[in-house]
């Protein structure tokens, strides 16, 4: 009897549909009776911010978006929104800016009608956009009172020399305090990427893909596609392991990050998955560093692995916050031993098995509301304009071997590729 495929991860199914300029929308009818919600994303993050000096500009434009236009100023916005009942917000990545709002199905039209105006038709006045641009820099200054901000700042300006990954999300701090003064580049910002064939639409929820595609004809159709492309700049490989350390000039624990230059996001090679997998057998909760450090010694209180989903090659990070600063060195050797085991030792099998299984029932699991399948479908969207490469991904988890984990960890896990980056505070720690 032939063994019978896997169930698909992403269990809904879904209509995609092109539009002539470029636009695509992607409908996925649930069971979840009364309610839409409807992603926008636009495949324009701080990755596209290549000019010198111009950082933060796809995180501006989160905020800029909601300054109205001249149909629907952002007073009159927020009403519609207020008697729809809906729930409205956004949020700026490295690869993707993303609008969402959720809402009962009976307000799709007026929710498209709305949004497609402002993506269209956005206006604002230069004093309007300094004040937007204070913001922002306001945002900054309370975020760098954070350890962490200041962490992930330092790691990215370290680990990368020449791709725009180097600056965050925010972007350089001298760049936002510039920013009152680039009203003209915000507005060749808009025009540049504020277009159908950067932006997919995702609508999930009680609704008829065939209604929905002719809506967004309706209202999106017309829109006019852009002509600009960026070139983003590669990263030279990296030739030595890189430190820098933080003075942090107020008491707090002291942190240790790990990093090592990681794959670009991909679901046809197997090195990305392979990665994720080490995060949570090395690393997680469940992992032999986590029972020694936070439970048996009690030396950290946070230990945590990361490996996001980029376009480009990014970084594989461990983050350990330690109790004294005397036990930093320990705890850097221990996550480095860790880190060697991978590449000279075979994960038993049964534990990576409970831990593909573990990542697939969360994700199944999360799947609960139309908003949430939203949401997961957006964040895969954004890398490859399809909800299929969840499957295609979660499939690959599949075919991971022991064998597998130790060859990419001795592809990925090497001195040459590792930035460290330490901080300490205060005169207690």
Known sequence: MAATEPAKVFPYPYVI???????????????YPNIVSLYIVVQAGSRNEV????SGFAHLFEHMM???TKRFPPEKYEAVLQRAGAASNAYTSDDQTVYHTTFSKEDLETILDMEADRFQNLEYSEAVFRTEAL????EYNKNAASPVMKLHEALRETAFTRHTYRHTTMGFLQDIQ???NEYAYSLEFYRRYYRPEYTTIVVAGDVNPEEVRKLVGKYWGTWQRGHYRPEIPPEPPQTEPRERHIDWPTPTLPWIWIAYKGPAYSDEQLDLVCLDLIAFLGFGETSPLYKKLVIDEQKVDILEAE????????????????KRREDLDAVRADILRTIE???TQLVPSDRLEAVKKHLRYRLVLSLDNSERVAAIAAHYVSLTRTPETINRLYALYDRVTPEDLQRIAQKYFVDTGRTIVTLTGGSTQ
Request: glycine share 8%.
């Open 17 to 31: 549909h092109d539009f002539a300029n470029g636009l695509r929308l992607v409908t996925i009818p649930t069971d």
């Open 51 to 54: 000019e010198p000096g111009k």
């Open 66 to 68: 909601f300054r109205g």
């Open 135 to 138: 913001a922002v820099l306001g």
């Open 178 to 180: 510039n920013m009152p």
């Open 307 to 322: 490996n996001p989903d980029r376009i480009d090659p990014y970084l594989f990070t461990i983050m350990a916050r330690v």
């Open 341 to 343: 085991e991978f590449k």
